[in-house]
């Protein structure tokens, strides 16, 4: 299952300082994990989980593969490019692949780096982008509502359902909120989605600040994190510069690097991390020997899906899952000591996966 953030930005902004970051990060990880790809536009990454290092030093695992996030550049945006402007066309189809939105955003001074707009203004920054991308979903939609019109006009229930949720969309836009924004029912969700809009992706605001306020942010940022308070976004502080020379040292100059900078962890830690809680994702363990691995599902996936992810066939030949918390194995040092401890649970089909469930798949060939 892969889940892909498309990092978006203003042209000088750091977009593509933190994206290099990010793929010299995972051609790093590339000798520890399996399964790190990198194409010149595309990061695969491991999301940054300490939980799967505890499991594999119980169990004794020789092999530890982390669940993966993939970044995908977007081509830069600029003022008018939902008209085609700059390389908007190509921006329009990238989004359109994308599952989330992490939107790079200045938040520093520096004279010897022009900016687009002449002048150094987050949240007007913000403005551009998202304008151009509701005027893309505008232009869309109304194309697309009037067909719609005349069959749900026939008793079409279908059609009704398409233009009725088209119609909230389009009064949203028309009034400069994106769509993501419209409120909809569970039962509208699936129709919600398959309008395939821009502004309906989740959006993750990157924070790029200068050196000095990589721990706490500054007042461009600051400003930046109410925004996306206001909007229920998630948005992140971090440094480019920091991340891109963090990201070509050796594992032990990382550690005295970011001490000497008053910081705990890389930024771009927390920006993956903040990717994957974007999608709404959790990760469940399998643990033995041979590795310790984790597996990406979305919140709220059953027992015979989360298996399907390991392979369809696990999810067709269902039966149980032998189920441990993950705080439960931890405390019991292992299955074993899980079980003894009464710790250890067979779930069925209707089973909701828990974010850290440590699971062995019991199926039918």
Not at 97 to 111: K, M, N, S
Not at 191 to 204: D, G, I, N, S
């Amino acid at each position: 299952m892969g889940f892909k953030c498309g990092i978006v930005g203003l042209p000088n902004v750091g977009k593509s300082t933190l994206f290099n970051a990010l793929t010299q990060t995972a051609a790093a990880q590339a000798a520890n994990y399996p399964f790190c790809t990198i194409e010149p536009n595309v990061g695969d990454v491991a999301v940054p989980d300490p939980r799967i290092e505890a499991l594999a030093a119980i169990a004794g695992s020789k092999e530890i593969i982390p669940t993966r996030i993939t970044f995908v550049d977007i081509a830069g945006i600029v003022r008018g490019a939902s008209k085609g402007e700059g390389l908007g066309n190509q921006f329009l189809a990238n989004i359109r692949e994308v599952d989330a939105i992490a939107h790079v955003v200045r938040c520093f001074e520096d004279g010897d780096i022009t900016h687009v707009e002449g002048k150094i203004d987050p949240l007007a920054d913000i403005e551009t982008i998202e304008t151009e991308l509701m005027l893309a979903d505008l232009e869309s939609l109304e194309k697309r509502i009037v067909p719609l019109e005349k069959k749900a006009k026939s008793g079409d229930k279908e059609a009704k359902e398409q233009v009725d949720i088209m119609t909230r969309c389009l009064a949203f836009l028309r009034d400069g909120r994106p769509a993501r924004l419209v409120e909809r029912s569970a039962e509208e969700e699936r129709t919600f989605r398959m309008l395939t809009l821009l502004t309906a992706k989740p959006v993750l605001y990157v924070c790029n600040v200068e050196e000095a306020s990589a721990h706490d942010g500054n007042a461009f940022s600051a400003k930046v994190m109410d925004y996306a308070k206001k909007e229920g976004a998630k948005a992140v502080v971090v440094s480019a510069q920091i991340e891109s020379e963090i990201a070509v040292m050796e594992t032990a100059d990382q550690k005295d690097y970011l001490d000497a900078v008053g910081l705990d962890e890389p930024g771009l830690n927390r920006v993956i991390r903040a990717g994957y809680e974007l999608l709404d994702l959790v990760t469940y363990f399998t643990v033995g020997p041979k590795e310790a691995r984790a597996w990406t599902i979305s919140k709220g996936t059953k027992g015979p899906a989360a298996a399907g992810v390991i392979h369809t066939d696990f999810e067709k030949g269902y039966i149980r899952a032998e189920t441990i918390a993950y705080a439960d194995y931890i405390a019991n040092k292992g299955e074993a000591g899980a079980r003894e401890a009464g710790k250890f649970r067979l779930e069925g089909k209707e089973y909701v996966v828990a974010d850290g469930d440590v699971l062995h798949f019991r199926f039918a060939n």
